[in-house]
């Protein structure tokens, strides 16, 4: 969500909006992440002493029921044979293990089925025993909420995700594979001699897995499962690790062959398609079409490497499998997101950041060919970015030069380009001011329609730009926080310009209580909250509807993970942590047009009766009748209050979502 300030020359505004308007029409469209829960009230994580705790990603997903494996999406068990001899002392270990992935399992199963996962209070730092939990703000409940706010109209979301990070990887005797925890049935049997029967314990844990990132297709392979053990049997032996390596590569047709499981079993992420797929088959047609996006998985600089591969895999697995639940669910996939830029035209030694984007979308073309792994998916594939309204055919500055031949690169291979936009300091402070968006979103003078005139002349001119799909992938106004264009703003050491917003605030920092003093929280909220973040949105799906393109508001839903409570962020200041977009007052908290109540907490019971409140230091009032509540309990909410989410999707003329 970075702008870049550029002049930006205007094209004819009566053939801009001619071509625009030639393409579908545009529907409601939403970013998209699912880490919605809110910070825990007290700094008492059990893995991070002193810290605050935010819900791990992976507790959104649903349909995990270990102790029903029928009825449960992923299916893992462990089992452990641990022998002793007459003395007590450990002789041998064996492990089995199993892991099996059920896409039909939950067909035609309810919000219920779909929230079920497992959860580990702490007494102080002794973990309890693994509970079952039915989750308030499952992936399929955040989806199901949101379609019903729009009232029967089609929804289309972009994400950024498909469940996998570049950290879930691990080598293991010299080869690289994708690591998840799964929650697991496990079994330990204890073998001592001259017992009748052994002594079995049995317990639901995290377990690590590991799956081939390279290939598409695997089989069933038990034997590699590796069991690490320290010390001499019958001595001191001792149990090490049990790497629960249960496929081997194959290839699409071979006898056995199935989708690697590893595809499925990520973040909440990898299960937004299948979700969307389910609530789209029970509704009998498409209310959500999903545009999947493939995080940034660079590797030393790069994005050519396997891990981004497997993201891509991972993402055309899931479009495959939720298409196949219902058409069309999943019609497009995203490569990255604002890596594609300008880069010094000094920096050498390796393919700049769109070449390698470039190079990605052509392996996940590639993948939907005939002899492909993919072949009869059919969804779109391109990239979204934030500063290709900087491309410049005839700039003598290198650095655009060389970003302007690597963007015609990407075009001729992509199919579509999405384009990140925000207000200018200007706009907002206009804004403030007037209380309404025209300078921003006037037909002919706004500073977006100057934009995206200049941005589709460009591409347009393009070979092969003509027939590119161009889209806004973000546009929103935070309801509260310190945003990056708030005037003045600065990431750096520097001093921020005099008489700015931003100094102003800067002067308010209390250092001795780690806080911004009210009236430094005051600047800030003059410029960003509810009324013109209302006013924003409106503005902005009218300048949707008139155009014809294609946006996508920032964002569904509040992610209060991006305004961590635990400072200094790393690397900065305790001041420079308080005046960030990502510290405790930042407004990348606060973008969404919904937020959910429920505050994390590892300790304690949830149920003795005390009010939770959210750790981080900035909430919204809640509407009357909803109060914060228990991570898994909580409720969703309207954040705009005078924002019809309903009537503004319904505005939208019933076309085929783009």
Known sequence: MRQVARALGVAAAGLWLANTLASEGPIMGLAYQPYVGQWSQRPDNPYAPGNYYIPAFNTYSGGIDPKHPEGSLVAASQKLRLTFDTEGRLTDVTAQGALNFNPNALRNAGAKAWSRTYFRSFEGRQPGAAQPVDHQGSVFRQLSYLVSQAGGAPLTLTTYGTGFQAGYWQTLEGLEYAVFPIWTAKEVAFINPGDADSTQTQSIEQILFYFPPTSAYVRPDPALIRVETRGQPGRDLELGAVDQRLFSPSQKGTPGALLNPGFFVGDANAQIALAAAEINAQAGERLLSIKLGVDNLAVAGSLVNDRMRFGILSALAQAQLANARFPNTVTHLIVSNEYARIVSAEVTGQPTPTQQTTEMVRFAKAQMEPEGDFAGVKIKVGVRGNQFVAIAPTTGDPAIRQFTQDVAKLVSVAD?????????????????????????????????????????????????????????????????????????????????????????????????????????????????????????????????????????????????????????????????????????????????????????????????????????????????????????KGTFYAKLPDLDFAGAAHAFKAVTPP
């Open 416 to 632: 579509f380009l999405m384009e990140n936009r925000y207000p200018s300091p200007e706009a907002v402070e206009s804004a403030r001011q007037s209380g309404h968006w025209k300078v921003y979103f006037d037909p002919m003078n706004g500073e977006l329609s100057k934009q995206w005139r200049a941005l589709e002349a460009s591409i347009r001119a393009l070979p092969g730009g003509g027939d590119i799909d161009l889209m806004i992938g973000e546009i929103g106004h935070p309801t509260n926080g310190i945003s990056f264009n708030l005037a003045g703003y600065r990431k750096d050491n520097i001093e921020p310009k005099p008489g700015t917003a931003f100094a102003q605030i800067a002067a308010t920092v209390d250092l001795e209580r780690a806080r911004i003093a009210p009236e430094g929280i005051r600047i800030f909220q003059r410029d960003f909250n509810d009324t013109l973040a209302t006013a924003f949105v409106h503005e902005a799906l009218d300048w949707s509807r008139r155009t014809g393109v294609q946006l996508h508001l920032f964002e569904a839903f509040d992610e209060p993970h991006k305004a961590s409570p635990n400072l200094p962020l790393p690397g900065l200041s305790m001041k420079q942590s308080l005046l960030n977009q990502s510290g405790s007052y930042g407004a990348e908290a606060y973008f969404g047009l919904f937020g959910y109540t429920g505050v994390a907490a590892f300790q304690g019971d949830p149920e003795t009766g005390v009010q939770p409140r959210p750790g981080g230091l900035m909430t919204d009032t809640l509407p009357p009748g909803v109060r914060w509540a228990s991570q898994f």
